[in-house]
């Protein structure tokens, strides 16, 4: 007899079922309460931050002349005091809370189904905060993402979502995350599409606007209707000046390029040194320590040099006639102190100090061109504001993210022409000189090709063997004319493959160089061999290349088949691949997938009858490995045959302990706790699974 609490939780979990039957329901119920939790996790991290700058120096964003009073050994000791504290969090619980956070969800995303541990946004919410309180040269936004992002797919792992869903309540994180700090919706919406999925086609778009805009509301019920920087009016003093801004984007892109090498350089640098990770941290706060001593302008997340640059305000010690001199130390010591709080292993993002590299160099750009054209041109303000947009735009390679985030900042339509002007030659300059931005080269350098589309993933995972037709037409190179026409007529390929009497492939003999022949077959007939008709230039594959591999030779050689020969046994021919055959299995590897994301993972949510009915004749369901099972593979087992079901994926644990999925061939073998997900009629999988 069930308990009341089971009869509870069952009644609960059919009110969830048929809550979950309306799709459009349910995603805009979950996509408000991301947005929710994200925002409270953006307003958070900014309480947090300031609660540790209060606690470690007094006062808030680190003003100068509460850094002017502060002894030069504190400018040491509270730095590295904070690094401490951050490298053991990070180090003991949750690693992937180290570094700047977007790539972490860009990996998420790309290689684990959007599942990231829960434990994360609480990890990187306290790691970064107390990281920036403590003066670490980096910026809240890119944690402020991790956090949203991890809330997304907790929630997604909560109400075991399939791996389509997952990703999507990923990117309505990331999306209220940039949305909540920056004021800017639009903009965090766009960045989820741009930057996080990576794909404008994305179906399930509305539920990132909503979180997005709940974010937006949540921050500004909160901390007020405030944008994150307070810009000045713009206009356009002289049509000249869009040249002028075109210039600022070449020096930006410039700059950008440097940002992304100098951060990678002393990731690598930090990487190589043979010391605990956390003493490593320790070192970079020492360092920045040290910097700040000399230039405290990059302690934190820089909000309020980058406000009074936007401003016109003189902060350099050197004087207004010198204010680009300092603008350029600004931008080259920044570079050098993001990259050692993120490269020692420090907590925190990318995004703020981009800002304020860019902000710099635009400002210094400016004040050169004022000086120079004064009535053609506005003081340095814009230009500072133009630059912060187009670092942003090329190091993330996200123009249209940066371009929306600063015209909802500023709400000024005149603002948009040089943005877009700065931004898109300051991004196709960066792209040209390095195709992978600052996010993604940080998952290439972790062997993750974000680039690498899906139908040439797929293509890699497939084999030559797989499709190997066993059957060529196999000729002597003695063969007379006229058997070789009816050895054409006798079969259905285009051409046939000559062999020398070792049974060494020598060389091919196509159906249009027969057809010439035929006029003349009665005189030709018994004087013309197929040696006389071979083309020795033939390209012949191996049996375990990719048909990647083999679809590259396809467009390279303008051929419909090709020759398969065995490996180590010189040119002896086992077989052939045609151009169609090629693209039959990618059609049905294509919907295999497809039926796996959309209905295999929901299979979990059925723990009591773990079966989806997907028509009426045939079902999915997942199924334990038997002990008779292991160590077999899907060959040797041949359940197709045996029990008429067809195993679509494999589920298995990971090296990490999460679970994975793997699309198998028939080659994979069966290991203890895999699970199979099969297709079949329901008599079929019954009967596999009383086996």
């Not at 004087?319 to 931008?331: M, N």
């Not at 077999?632 to 195993?647: G, P």
């Amino acid at each position: 007899m069930p308990s009341i609490f089971a009869k509870i939780k069952i009644a609960l979990f059919r009110q969830f079922l048929k809550f979950r039957s309306t799709e459009t329901v349910f995603m805009v119920a979950m996509a408000i309460a991301i947005g929710l939790l994200a925002g409270f996790g953006a307003v958070g991290i900014q309480w947090c931050i300031r609660f540790f700058q209060h606690q470690f120096w007094g006062a808030e964003e680190f003003p100068p002349e509460l850094l002017a009073s502060i002894p030069w050994y504190m400018k040491i000791l509270i730095p590295t005091v904070g690094s401490l504290l951050v490298g053991a969090i990070v180090y003991f619980f949750a690693r992937e809370a180290k570094g700047h956070g977007v790539p972490e969800v860009m990996q998420a995303i790309a290689v684990r189904n959007g599942v990231i541990r829960p434990r994360v946004a609480l990890v990187k919410l306290l790691a970064s905060s107390l990281y920036i309180g403590a003066g670490g040269s980096v910026g809240r936004e890119g944690p402020v993402i991790q956090i949203g992002s991890a809330i997304g797919s907790t929630l997604g792992q909560l109400f075991r979502l399939n791996p389509q869903r997952v990703k999507i309540f990923v990117a309505c994180g990331a999306s209220a995350g940039i949305a909540a700090a920056f004021n800017a919706p639009i903009g965090g919406a766009l960045f989820s599409v741009e930057v996080i999925l990576g794909d404008f086609a994305v179906s399930q778009f509305s539920p990132i606007v909503i979180s997005a805009v709940v974010a937006t509301v949540v921050s500004r019920s909160m901390i007020g209707d405030f944008p994150a920087f307070l810009v000045p009016h713009y206009e356009l003093v002289s049509p000249v000046e869009l040249i002028f801004y075109a210039g600022l984007g070449l020096l930006i892109g410039l700059t950008a390029l440097l940002y992304i090498r100098v951060l990678y350089r002393f990731e690598d640098f930090f990487d190589d040194l043979p010391i605990h990770d956390i003493l490593k941290t320790v070192i970079g706060g020492v360092v920045i320590g040290c910097v700040g001593i000399f230039v405290p302008q990059i302690f934190g997340v820089g909000y309020h040099a980058t406000n009074a640059v936007l401003h016109h305000e003189t902060i350099s010690p050197f004087g207004p006639d010198l204010l680009w001199l300092f603008l350029i130390l600004l931008t080259l010591v920044k570079i050098f102190a993001t990259s050692v709080s993120l490269g020692s292993g420090g907590s925190g993002g990318v995004f703020a100090p981009a800002l304020f590299i860019g902000a710099m160099t635009g400002g210094a750009f400016g004040e050169v061109i004022h000086n120079y054209f004064p009535t053609m041109s506005a003081h340095s303000g814009p230009y500072a504001l133009v630059g912060m947009a187009a670092l942003v735009a090329s190091s993330t390679h996200a123009p249209i993210t940066a371009i929306l985030i600063i015209f909802e900042m500023t709400n000024d339509y005149k603002i948009i022409l040089p943005l877009m002007i700065s931004c898109v030659i300051a991004t196709l300059l960066t792209t040209r000189l390095q195709k992978e931005s600052i996010y993604s080269l940080k998952l290439l350098r972790r062997g993750i090709d974000l680039f690498g589309n899906r139908e040439v993933n797929i293509l890699r995972s497939l084999k030559v063997q797989d499709i190997l037709r066993t059957d060529p037409v196999v000729i002597p190179a003695s063969m007379p004319l006229s058997r070789l026409i009816d050895t054409f007529l006798g079969c259905h390929y285009n051409q046939l493959f000559v062999v020398d009497r070792n049974e060494r492939l020598i060389g091919r003999i196509t159906l249009s160089e027969v057809r010439k022949l035929i006029q003349d077959q009665e005189y030709l007939a018994d004087i013309v061999i197929a040696h006389d008709l071979i083309n020795s230039q033939v390209v012949s594959i191996h049996s375990t290349d990719s048909l990647d591999q083999v679809m590259r030779i396809f467009g390279r050689h303008a051929v419909e088949e090709l020759p398969v020969v065995k490996a180590g046994n010189g040119k002896s021919i086992m077989g052939l691949v045609s151009y169609r055959d090629v693209m039959e299995a990618y059609n049905r590897e294509l919907i295999r997938r497809d039926l796996v994301t959309e209905t295999g993972a929901n299979i979990q949510l059925l723990e009591k009858t773990p079966r989806i009915e997907v028509t009426k004749t045939f079902s999915l369901a997942e199924i334990p490995v038997s002990m008779r099972f292991e160590g077999k593979s899907l060959t040797d087992l041949d359940l197709r045959n045996n029990y008429d079901v067809n195993v679509l994926v494999i589920r298995r644990k990971g090296e990490d302990g999460e679970k994975e999925e793997v699309v198998p061939t028939p080659k994979t073998t069966v290991q203890r706790g895999d699970t199979l997900i099969v297709l079949g009629r329901d008599q079929d999988i019954q009967r596999l699974q009383n086996q």
